[in-house]
Each structure stands twice: as C-alpha cells, then as structure tokens.
C-alpha cells in the first residue's frame, strides 16, 4: 500500500494542472462567444498572441 501513496501527488498534480488548463480553454471560448468582434479578427489576434510566446 504505501509503494503506491507516491503516485498520490503526482495525480493531484495532473488533475490540477488538466483543471487550469480547462479553465483557460473556457475563458478563451466565453470571451470569443461574447464578444463584438468578427471571429477572423479574433482568430488573427490569438494567433498572433500564440506567435509571441
């Protein structure tokens, strides 16, 4: 039993970081579905953003 507690933070860890990058995702997708903006226009932008890092 104990052999096995080590993958305890290492999962914690995944689910955590599958959860930000969930909600990242979310956040991204209600900014796209609520704004004024043409999607080309915003497409173009979250390329570009994606280009400088």
Do not use: H, I, Y
Request: glycine residues 4%; hydrophobic residues 45%.
């Amino acid at each position: 039993m104990t052999s096995e507690n080590w993958w305890l933070p290492f999962r914690l860890l995944a689910v955590l970081c599958g959860l930000a990058a969930f909600w990242e995702c979310g956040k991204e997708t209600w900014k796209l579905l609520r704004s004024k903006e043409p999607t080309k226009t915003q497409l173009d932008r979250l390329e570009a953003e994606a280009l400088k890092e």
